[in-house]
């Protein structure tokens, strides 16, 4: 059974750090492209980070770029999105996406609250 579990949301002051954590099942996690997506109420999901299967490639949506770092520990089957100088407008549901060639798998999400 295919499962990708995010976790590490939750409720922050602006200017403050948050890791998400991304762990998957079900599939050869090593051979597909991880990105997070987040999606804020009332708007369209937007791609916010991606990493290539060796962690040796990553690009970013500009606004997160210099504050956000996503990783992964392959052998964790795990992937990571770690945010820093949070904003208001980073508050949003955060999810994970495993990709390869036309198959690909969603997570729940975990809430990301930015908020004084």
């Known amino acids: 059974q295919v499962q990708l579990v995010e976790s590490g949301g939750g409720l922050v002051q602006p200017g403050g750090s948050l890791r998400l954590s991304c762990v998957a099942s079900?599939?050869?996690?090593?051979?597909?492209?991880i990105s997070w997506y987040r999606q804020a109420p009332g708007k369209e999901r937007e791609l916010v980070a991606v990493i290539g299967t060796d962690g040796g490639s990553t690009n970013y949506l500009d606004s997160v770029k210099g504050r956000f770092t996503i990783s992964r520990d392959n052998a964790k089957n795990t992937v990571y999105l770690q945010m820093n100088s949070l904003k208001p407008e980073d508050t949003a549901v955060y999810y994970c996406k495993a990709v390869l060639l036309g198959r690909s798998y969603w997570g729940q999400g975990t809430q990301v609250t930015v908020s004084s």
């Open positions: 079900g599939f050869t996690f090593s051979t597909y492209v």
